[in-house]
């Protein structure tokens, strides 16, 4: 059999990352890395920091067949399972980028067409560190009614809420590099949709608590990324009131299953436990090799 070539180009712009979405949404499982909504956040959530992520696509027969994205010593990776040599390819061009003993691959257990190529590259699995639950529930099925706490309201985020909602997520996750602007481009960023960016607002007219969910609407999968609690405001149930807001609005537009993939390891339980109190089960794991 003659092999297929394949012709690589560096990452460009949002053209490719529409082509890295492409990809993602035709491999997706309920098991897999990476959603279409994933790549968007992930790109936009930060401004600044795009000389940080050198990328390379790699296409066979016009579409888009793998890519590869490197974060500092980390590579993220994606390989259509139907070209077994390719995902070498992608760890040679990370090799040329990064240190043999900084380089470390992390992928889900439900990714096994991965392993061979990471094993002949001299990668081997490291157990220690945390790591994250790739989780999924049915949508179609027991979604339990979102009940806020007294004198909170869910509702969505409007063109007017941006600050307020920027403000919510670096109080959650502080130190955070969230902006206005960057959540302005992350609004901008196919597949975002307003109605499914939700906040729990406080009496007082804060964001008390917020979940965005992507709807990826070829697989009819739904994923929230991300999802959190403002500091003075954690332990009233609003994190559960807004994911289930926020879920239900996804299953309105016609999604059928959901996934988010909280931390696994015993350092930083509570994301999983609430997860499991909506309905998601863990189907997979997060798997993190580097260089023996």
């Known amino acids: ?3 297929v070539p394949f012709a690589r180009r560096p990452y ?3 053209k490719d990352l529409r082509a890295m979405q492409d990809l993602a949404g035709r491999l997706w499982s309920p098991g897999a890395t990476w959603h279409v ?34 974060d500092a010593g980390q590579l993220n990776l994606l390989a259509d399972p139907a070209h077994a040599l390719l995902p070498d390819e992608v760890l040679d061009w990370f090799a040329a ?3 043999d003993a900084a380089r470390t691959v992390t992928l889900s257990s439900a990714e096994t067409h991965l392993f061979p190529a990471l094993d002949r590259h001299g990668y081997r699995r490291a157990d220690e560190g945390p790591f994250f639950l790739h989780m999924v529930m049915d949508l179609d099925h027991g979604l339990p009614e979102p009940i ?21 997520h670096r109080a959650a996750f502080h130190p955070s590099r969230v902006t206005v602007e960057s959540y302005q481009a992350v609004r901008r960023a196919w597949p975002y949709r307003p109605d499914l960016d939700w906040v729990a607002e406080a009496p007082d007219g804060s964001a008390a608590a917020f979940c ?12 929230i990324e991300p999802a959190g609690t403002v500091p003075d405001h954690r332990r009233r149930g609003l994190a559960r009131a807004v994911c289930l807001a926020a879920l239900h609005a996804a299953r309105r537009a016609g999604a059928r299953q959901a ?30 090799y580097r260089r023996a």
């Not at 965005?212 to 999968?221: G, K, S």
């Not at 994301?271 to 909506?278: D, I, N």
């Open 1 to 3: 059999m003659t092999p």
């Open 12 to 14: 460009a712009g949002v």
């Open 37 to 70: 909504g994933d790549l968007a956040w992930e790109r936009f959530q930060h401004t600044g920091g795009e000389h940080e992520w050198p990328a390379m696509l790699w296409a066979a027969g016009g579409a888009t067949a793998a890519w590869g994205w490197a």
């Open 97 to 99: 980028r990064v240190p």
């Open 148 to 168: 806020p706490p007294a004198g909170y309201r869910l509702r969505a985020v409007g063109d007017g809420d941006v600050a307020m909602r920027v403000a919510a």
């Open 212 to 223: 965005l969910v992507w709807l990826d609407e070829a697989n009819r999968a739904a994923r």
């Open 259 to 288: 996934v988010v993939s909280p931390r696994g390891d015993d350092a930083y339980p509570v994301p999983a436990r609430l997860y499991r109190s909506l309905g998601f089960r863990a189907n997979a794991r997060s798997l993190a």
